[in-house]
């Protein structure tokens, strides 16, 4: 296939999706240690070389808590963008298809959700329904539906009025046949990145949940609630808190990134066949 | 005597248009009536806004009626989506202007021409590949093409296979919008007569909608001529052609630049004065009567009735007898 | 009398991140003052890169020239002014007509603004005068209501008209020449005849030299009085209009006219050129740039001919200039 990276960000963008991947199924793989691990002889240890991060107030290594948190950040931000995609799919699908009453009815539903401030809502949901990697996968999910169908309906009127589609039509190719086979194919790519957006936007609203301390809760280990604990330590260990925060920040400007690249590697104006 | 294969009866289409705090309405086709026999190709000529196109996809069901009907061989157009609409489209077919959007850029050419292959139950899988090369050769494209997709062919093999495409449920009648206006003249030169052969194969007929009056003139047994949704004249191309009848025809014709440098020197171009009227608010009568030189009060209080002037000729005109006579005001 | 405009052997060049693409080849033309010239070439010819090349209106970081190629207008040579010298020329000695009038006009500003901006930029004007010469040049160019027209914006306009206001724009400055590419391609057959009559008259009244760039060989039988064709990005024939269509001495200029449509012939030929054209991407060929197309090609055709001339102003690139078999027939009312 002709989308294999070849640029160098993309190379490097792959390496680190790869290797992200690989962190959240085998995370021993990319550490000795173990993440609650307590060493009471290493506590808060400067960054070294056998700790690249340094150690935690409990001496337990911090890179590999790190690495260990990618599961976590993994399954929150790509559950929540799936849950949302496959209800807004269908839904900006048959709205920007169809038009008429449908349009009408979901994009009003749509709006009202998109008024909502997101970490206001997520703050209620959270306190009343209690903290938990499923509410949060949840809350961001619903936050994401939206978002999602306007752009999934806004594409599929523009391709709605393009000659291939009216040529299915004439050719008596049913609305769902074209909508599966002809449109959804092309929007693939600004739904590439949109996704990775959202995700990175997942990232960051859970590492601010779990900040203060509504998002993901001991002994579940996730970036947000290491910067919850990491902060008290920033006069004493800043190396501890910094590290964290940076993994974070690079974290959703990588997924930002790499869906630029991939959006456009599926381009077909690309390929040359 | 042979059925008539598509027949329009005072089709009107009407299109809501929002200008400013106003509603409007648009008569995109106000009263349309023509017949097309088989194997006959029927030419759709105007400018912009004159309908043609709209004109061309009711004729085939892909536009809705504000009233009148459309018949194919006598039986009314089914409503769109309904399984006899369905079948219809195995008989009426399109090829439309544009042909670098009118292929999915990310299907193959073998996926494209499946397509109604499959929906119609044309050809089982075994045969399908060789039914596609039959496609592909029938157009003049080489069968290695079936793998390549869109972006690697040019205008003038897109439009070929958009042709082939629309053969292959065997329709009787296609109708052609513009179909080489965005082509070269020596692409749309092999476009047309790749038609011309096909037309004595197939003995498909066809509904050609374009500007060009040259072309049309080449490619079409009769034509009509449209102005502002309405037929101003219709009838047989050399006829219409030799002598029109209708001012809004003379004009066209005398507007046409002609590639003869000696002709066109020894033409007088008097060019037609004043815009097209806004579709949307068009003028008392007859369409044309704000840019017409034979133009009297009559022609403000009332549209003019269509006339037969001789076999098949039509005009809509007010004035036909004296133009007929050579009467000419300046 | 010297030329208005002389370009001998220009070769345009663009840098491109996979392959130089040579847009144009040895190309020579001449424009007298006051004459009507057309450049004939279907899409990718190289003619829009030709006639931009004259007020270097491409960006000149990706833009090379061929060495020995020349440029001369209005005595001045184009290719060696700095920046600061083309702006003079551009908007008063040569203007420039595109060819969609949708794009050429800035939606957000109104009519008589425009003008004033482009007459403003080449001279010292007072408002009140710059509004006395646009009205002039939107009457030259028979639009209505002239003085009201100033104050409308450019989506009141049809097509027709916005085109129209470009002519007047173009004339504006008196400029000497008038680069028109494709003006009516986007416009109605009424529309374009108004266009072409008015542009005509323009051209005789104030004596403004016009290259009419078109593919439209029924615009060109109208409008010229001497035609450049042009393939491949090499100019393949020159001659007067007449000569052109009467006499053609270059296979391609035959097999175009054998191509286009006329009205008002009973009979129409739709005689096609087989193959499409290539791609120049990558090394210039040194073959004749319709070899591969030609039904008359021969093994000397390898080698790119040079212009053959064939009387006073009649010259085509082809090593059998003069002794194909090309008349056209004569056409059939």
């Known amino acids: 296939?002709?989308?294999?990276?070849?640029?160098?960000?993309?190379?490097?963008?792959?390496?680190?999706?790869?290797?992200?991947?690989?962190?959240?199924?085998?995370?021993?793989?990319?550490?000795?240690?173990?993440?609650?691990?307590?060493?009471?002889?290493?506590?808060?240890?400067?960054?070294?070389?056998?700790?690249?991060?340094?150690?935690?107030?409990?001496?337990?290594?911090?890179?590999?808590?790190?690495?260990?948190?990618?599961?976590?950040?993994?399954?929150?931000?790509?559950?929540?963008?799936?849950?949302?995609?496959?209800?807004?799919?269908?839904?900006?699908?048959?709205?920007?298809?169809?038009?008429?009453?449908?349009?009408?009815?979901?994009?009003?539903?749509?709006?009202?959700?998109?008024?909502?401030?997101?970490?206001?809502?997520?703050?209620?949901?959270?306190?009343?329904?209690?903290?938990?990697?499923?509410?949060?996968?949840?809350?961001?999910?619903?936050?994401?539906?939206?978002?999602?169908?306007?752009?999934?309906?806004?594409?599929?009127?523009?391709?709605?009025?393009?000659?291939?589609?009216?040529?299915?039509?004439?050719?008596?190719?049913?609305?769902?046949?074209?909508?599966?086979?002809?449109?959804?194919?092309?929007?693939?790519?600004?739904?590439?990145?949109?996704?990775?957006?959202?995700?990175?936007?997942?990232?960051?609203?859970?590492?601010?949940?779990?900040?203060?301390?509504?998002?993901?809760?001991?002994?579940?280990?996730?970036?947000?609630?290491?910067?919850?604990?990491?902060?008290?330590?920033?006069?004493?260990?800043?190396?501890?808190?910094?590290?964290?925060?940076?993994?974070?920040?690079?974290?959703?400007?990588?997924?930002?990134?790499?869906?630029?690249?991939?959006a456009a590697a599926v381009n077909p104006s690309r390929r040359r066949v | 005597m042979s059925e008539v294969l598509l027949e329009a009866e005072d089709i009107r289409i009407r299109f809501a248009k929002r200008s400013g705090r106003k509603n409007q309405v648009v008569r995109a086709v106000d009263g349309l009536s023509f017949a097309v026999d088989p194997g006959e190709t029927f030419g759709l000529v105007g400018e912009s806004g004159s309908g043609k196109s709209t004109a061309g996809n009711a004729a085939i069901g892909l536009q809705e009626l504000f009233s009148g009907t459309v018949r194919y061989r006598g039986e009314p157009m089914p409503v769109p989506g309904s399984a006899r609409w369905r079948d219809l489209r195995r008989q009426l077919q399109v090829v439309f202007q544009d042909p670098f959007s009118s292929l999915n850029p990310r299907w193959t050419i073998r996926q494209a021409l499946s397509e109604p292959l499959k929906l119609h139950g044309l050809a089982s899988a075994e045969e399908r590949d060789g039914a596609i090369a039959r496609l592909l050769e029938q157009v003049g494209l080489g069968a290695e093409l079936a793998a390549r997709y869109p972006a690697a062919l040019s205008g003038g093999q897109r439009q070929r296979v958009c042709i082939a495409r629309a053969l292959a449920v065997q329709p009787e009648l296609i109708v052609c919008d513009e179909i080489t206006s965005a082509l070269d003249v020596s692409t749309q030169a092999q476009i047309i007569s790749l038609l011309q052969d096909l037309k004595a194969q197939t003995q498909v007929a066809l509904i050609f909608i374009s500007h060009d009056l040259g072309l049309v003139r080449g490619v079409a047994d009769r034509i009509g001529v449209m102005y502002l949704g309405r037929f101003v004249e219709t009838g047989e191309t050399g006829k219409i052609f030799a002598r029109p009848l209708h001012p809004y025809t003379i004009a066209l014709l005398h507007a046409v630049p002609v590639p003869d440098p000696e002709r066109e020197a020894a033409r007088k171009h008097q060019p037609l004065h004043g815009e097209i009227p806004d579709p949307a608010d068009p003028p008392s009568g007859c369409y044309f009567r704000t840019r017409c030189p034979y133009a009297t009060d009559i022609c403000a209080a009332e549209a003019p009735a269509f006339e037969e002037m001789e076999d098949g000729h039509r005009v809509a005109c007010h004035h036909v007898r004296e133009i007929e006579q050579g009467v000419r005001r300046s | 009398m010297s030329s208005l405009l002389h370009v001998e052997n220009l070769g345009v060049t663009f840098e491109t991140a996979e392959a130089p693409v040579h847009a144009v080849v040895e190309a020579s033309m001449t424009i007298e003052p006051g004459q009507r010239v057309g450049l004939i070439g279907e899409s990718g010819s190289g003619k829009s890169v030709l006639a931009r090349a004259f007020m270097q209106l491409d960006s000149r970081r990706v833009t090379r020239f061929a060495s020995g190629s020349r440029i001369d207008l209005d005595g001045r040579d184009v290719l060696s002014l700095p920046e600061s010298d083309l702006h003079h020329l551009r908007g008063d000695v040569v203007s420039m007509v595109f060819q969609n009038p949708m794009?050429?006009?800035?939606?957000?500003?109104?009519?008589?603004?425009?003008?004033?901006?482009?007459?403003?930029?080449?001279?010292?004007?007072?408002?009140?005068?710059?509004?006395?010469?646009?009205?002039?040049?939107?009457?030259?160019v028979d639009l209505p209501g002239a003085e009201q027209l100033v104050h409308r914006y450019p989506h009141e306009l049809s097509g027709g008209q916005r085109q129209r206001v470009l002519i007047a724009m173009a004339i504006l400055c008196e400029p000497k020449l008038i680069i028109a590419d494709e003006p009516t391609s986007a416009l109605d057959v009424t529309a374009q005849d108004t266009v072409l009559e008015i542009m005509i008259r323009l051209s005789d009244e104030q004596n403004i030299a016009v290259l009419m760039i078109t593919h439209d060989m029924g615009v060109?039988?109208?409008?010229?009085?001497?035609?450049?064709?042009?393939?491949?990005?090499?100019?393949?024939?020159?001659?007067?209009?007449?000569?052109?269509?009467?006499?053609?001495?270059?296979?391609?200029?035959?097999?175009?006219?054998?191509?286009?449509?006329?009205?008002?012939?009973?009979?129409?030929?739709?005689?096609?050129?087989?193959?499409?054209?290539?791609?120049?991407?990558?090394?210039?060929?040194?073959?004749?740039?319709?070899?591969?197309?030609?039904?008359?090609?021969?093994?000397?055709?390898?080698?790119?001919?040079d212009m053959v001339p064939l009387g006073e102003t009649h010259k085509a690139a082809c090593h059998f200039a003069g002794e194909l078999p090309l008349d056209r027939a004569t056409p059939s009312p």
């Not at chain 1, 806004?154 to 299915?168: C, H, L, M, W, Y």
Request: aromatic content about 8%; hydrophobic content about 50%; glycine content about 8%.
């Open chain 1, 1 to 262: 296939m002709s989308f294999l990276p070849r640029s160098p960000s993309a190379i490097f963008l792959s390496t680190v999706g790869l290797l992200a991947v690989v962190a959240a199924v085998f995370p021993q793989w990319l550490t000795p240690y173990d993440p609650t691990g307590i060493d009471v002889t290493a506590l808060l240890a400067a960054p070294s070389w056998r700790h690249p991060f340094g150690t935690d107030e409990l001496g337990a290594d911090v890179l590999a808590r790190v690495i260990y948190g990618v599961r976590l950040e993994l399954a929150i931000a790509l559950g929540s963008v799936v849950l949302a995609g496959v209800v807004a799919i269908p839904c900006g699908l048959l709205a920007g298809y169809l038009g008429g009453w449908v349009d009408w009815v979901l994009t009003l539903v749509a709006d009202s959700i998109l008024s909502f401030p997101i970490v206001l809502f997520a703050v209620l949901i959270v306190a009343s329904l209690g903290a938990s990697v499923a509410t949060l996968i949840g809350v961001l999910g619903f936050v994401f539906v939206p978002r999602i169908f306007r752009l999934v309906r806004g594409q599929t009127q523009v391709i709605r009025a393009t000659g291939f589609v009216r040529a299915a039509r004439a050719m008596g190719v049913r609305t769902p046949t074209i909508l599966v086979r002809h449109i959804l194919p092309n929007i693939l790519g600004p739904l590439l990145v949109i996704v990775p957006q959202l995700m990175a936007i997942a990232v960051l609203i859970e590492a601010g949940l779990s900040f203060v301390g509504l998002g993901v809760q001991p002994p579940q280990i996730s970036w947000g609630s290491l910067l919850l604990v990491s902060k008290n330590y920033y006069i004493a260990a800043a190396w501890y808190p910094l590290a964290v925060g940076t993994v974070t920040t690079l974290a959703a400007a990588a997924l930002v990134f790499g869906g630029d690249l991939a």
């Open chain 3, 220 to 305: 060109a039988a109208r409008f010229c009085e001497v035609v450049n064709v042009m393939y491949g990005g090499r100019i393949v024939e020159t001659a007067d209009v007449r000569t052109l269509f009467s006499r053609p001495a270059h296979p391609y200029t035959a097999a175009l006219l054998a191509a286009t449509p006329d009205p008002a012939r009973a009979e129409q030929e739709f005689r096609a050129i087989p193959g499409t054209q290539q791609s120049r991407l990558g090394v210039s060929s040194l073959a004749c740039a319709f070899v591969e197309r030609c039904p008359f090609a021969q093994d000397v055709c390898r080698n790119a001919p």
């Open chain 3, 103 to 140: 794009h050429s006009l800035n939606p957000s500003f109104k009519i008589g603004t425009q003008l004033r901006s482009v007459l403003q930029a080449h001279r010292k004007i007072s408002r009140r005068d710059a509004t006395g010469r646009i009205v002039d040049a939107l009457k030259a």
